[in-house]
Nanobody
Framework: QVQLVESGGGLVQAGGSLRLSCAASGNIFSINVMGWYRQAPGKRRELVALITSGGSTDYADFVKGRFTISRDNAKNTVYLQMNSLKPEDTAIYYC??????????????WGQGTQVTVSS
């Protein structure tokens, strides 16, 4: 069983920066892909960034050049460095992982989310 805990959200002015963290704990054998998604009021949840176990990354077009995803495999933790934040980045940000827990693969594990609010 895996628990994901996000942290680092908060209130920031436009142009500022935040660093989100997501720590996975539990009976984890391995973690494959880790990712960040976000959901703004009145909108559907959307992919922000992904990172594989080997370090390959992929980003949504609306964050390229501003956000950086990284991971620390020894700590089972994924990070999202967010720079040059815009008001339209305001959303709840969710961590998502696929992991082998005990003897079972679980392909879609979600955290509770952390609120990011960017003021104009």
């Amino acid at each position: 069983q895996v628990q994901l805990v996000e942290s680092g959200g908060g209130l920031v002015q436009a142009g500022g920066s935040l660093r989100l963290s997501c720590a996975a704990s539990g009976n984890i054998f391995s973690i494959n892909v880790m990712g960040w998604y976000r959901q703004a009021p009145g909108k559907r949840r959307e992919l922000v960034a992904l990172i594989t176990s080997g370090g390959s990354t992929d980003y949504a077009d609306f964050v390229k050049g501003r956000f950086t995803i990284s991971r620390d495999n020894a700590k089972n933790t994924v990070y999202l460095q967010m720079n040059s934040l815009k008001p339209e980045d305001t959303a709840i940000y969710y961590c998502n992982v696929g992991a082998t827990v005990g003897l079972r693969y679980i392909g879609n594990i979600w955290g509770q989310g952390t609120q990011v609010t960017v003021s104009s």
